[in-house]
Nanobody
Framework: QVQLVESGGGLVQPGGSLRLSCAASGNGFSINAMSWYRQGPGKQHDMVATIASGGSTNYAESVKGRFTISRDNAKNTVDLQMNSLKPEDTAVYYC?????????????WGQGTQVTVSS
């Protein structure tokens, strides 16, 4: 089992910044891709950004140029730096991790952290 602990959500004004963090822990697992998803009010659960173990990244079009995903493989953490935030970025943000143990790969989700962008 892999446990994920998220932090960093909150209330911010439009144009502001927030940094989300997610720490993964679990014995006997190696962490593959790490991602952030979000679900806004009345919206689907969408991928925001993902980063592979080698560091390659992929972003949703709506956040390109504003959000940056990064990871620390030694600490099994993934961060999402969010700049120039807009009201439409308001959502619950979830960390997602793919973890491998032996021949099997498992998917784990964090509990979610609320981000509210409002004046």
């Amino acid at each position: 089992q892999v446990q994920l602990v998220e932090s960093g959500g909150g209330l911010v004004q439009p144009g502001g910044s927030l940094r989300l963090s997610c720490a993964a822990s679990g014995n006997g697992f190696s962490i593959n891709a790490m991602s952030w998803y979000r679900q806004g009010p009345g919206k689907q659960h969408d991928m925001v950004a993902t980063i592979a173990s080698g560091g390659s990244t992929n972003y949703a079009e709506s956040v390109k140029g504003r959000f940056t995903i990064s990871r620390d493989n030694a600490k099994n953490t993934v961060d999402l730096q969010m700049n120039s935030l807009k009201p439409e970025d308001t959502a619950v943000y979830y960390c997602k991790v793919e973890a491998r143990r032996g021949p099997f790969t498992y998917t784990y989700w964090g509990q979610g952290t609320q981000v509210t962008v409002s004046s």
